[in-house]
């Protein structure tokens, strides 16, 4: 949890998470602990905003994964917020089916020909939304899935100037499959796991 001098308090039943996006950049999150979760998270979320914290300037979420324009906080403001993302929240966010990130644990089974598989591990990749564009076929978004990892064998080092040392077994999941996926948790770590935590987290090896 990182500090930042938060606007206001949450209303009952909600609370802010505070995590680092960036080297100089937080992430605000909003959670609520009153609706109880098919996906096993003890409450949903939406992103709330991003902060600055060397230039100590709050910004508005275009995503959860893009910064927006600067803002500034004022209370009335800050209550008329609160509403639409409420209204927002119930209209649309609690009715929408589980969407995996990277860093969440997932259960994926499944009937094939040759009858009922199973299949677990972490999201390693996701894939961006893809605007259409006319004349050309929109590519399929999808995730893949941590299946397995081992070490590269010593001979592959040796002399090597590559820094990944690990070998990463992935399951491709497109995102049609993504309503067969059951989220089991999700994972908090300072230590490098894959690609995506890199920019904040340089210096580990994989």
């Known amino acids: 949890m990182i500090d930042i001098p938060l606007p206001h308090e949450p209303p009952e039943g909600y609370s802010y998470e505070v995590k680092r996006f960036k080297s100089d950049i937080a992430s605000i999150w909003l959670l609520n602990h009153n609706i109880s979760s098919f996906t096993g998270r ?8 991003f902060y600055n914290t060397r230039k100590e300037q709050y910004y508005s979420p275009v995503t959860s994964t893009k910064q927006g324009d600067p803002v500034e906080i004022h209370k009335q403001h800050h209550i008329l917020l609160w509403f639409l993302i409420l209204i927002l929240w119930r ?8 969407e995996p990130e990277v860093d969440d644990y997932v259960v994926w089974e499944r009937e094939t020909w040759v009858g009922k598989i199973k299949d677990e591990g972490w999201v390693y990749f996701k894939g961006d939304p893809v605007e259409p564009k006319k004349g050309f076929s929109t590519p399929v978004r999808y995730i893949t899935i941590e299946t397995g990892v081992r070490d590269k064998p010593k001979e592959q080092l040796e002399g090597s100037m590559v820094r990944h040392r690990k070998i990463h077994t992935l399951l491709l999941c497109y995102e049609q499959q993504w309503k067969d996926l059951k989220f089991i948790r999700k994972r908090e770590s300072k230590v490098i796991q894959h690609y ?3 920019d904040d987290r340089a210096g580990e090896v994989l």
């Open 42 to 49: 003890n409450s949903h979320r939406t992103i709330w905003g």
């Open 91 to 98: 209209v649309c966010y609690m009715d929408k089916p589980y």
């Open 196 to 198: 995506s935590q890199y």
